[in-house]
């Protein structure tokens, strides 16, 4: 696989390995065969009674998470804070998903900035388990 295939090869896949250091360091060398494996992964972005499925890819930046959001609910960027919960990590825009250690069905707390300038709390409402089991099976009272 010659060179330019190569990289070709690797911004496909959207791996973005940009200097032959890294390379070397992961034992990749020139000329040879290598298996690539795409991995796209879901994570639940949560705020008060809404859920938002968003397929992402583990290189992707939290900022690319945002602009995802924005079209969904039309929010500015900027006015938008994502918290990985169970930690309580506010995620920063310039890193990866993995490089904030965000996994494959993790979830994580929208917040959106306030009138005064602040951002609200988490609020994730949970369902009412009462309220499920208080209906028919067919979902009729």
Not at 59 to 76: A, R
Not at 94 to 106: G, H, I, M, R, Y
Not at 120 to 131: A, K, L, T
Request: proline share 3%; charged share 30%; net charge neutral.
């Amino acid at each position: 696989m010659s060179s330019k295939t190569w990289d070709l090869f690797l911004l496909i896949h959207r791996f973005h390995l940009l200097m032959w250091k890294t390379l070397a360091k992961r034992s990749i060398r020139s000329g040879g065969l290598y298996r690539i494996v795409y991995m796209a992964m879901y994570i639940r972005v949560k705020r008060s009674k809404t859920t938002y499925f968003l397929q992402c890819d583990p290189t992707e930046t939290i900022l690319d998470v945002k602009q995802k959001l924005h079209t969904l609910i039309d929010q500015p960027i900027n006015d938008q804070r994502l918290i990985l919960v169970g930690t309580g990590e506010i995620l920063d825009d310039s890193k990866t998903l993995a490089d904030q250690k965000v996994e494959n069905d993790a979830v994580v707390a929208l917040t959106l900035r306030k009138d005064d300038n602040e951002f609200e709390d988490v609020n994730i409402v949970r369902p009412n388990d009462d309220f499920y089991q208080s209906r028919d099976p067919d979902g009729s009272w």
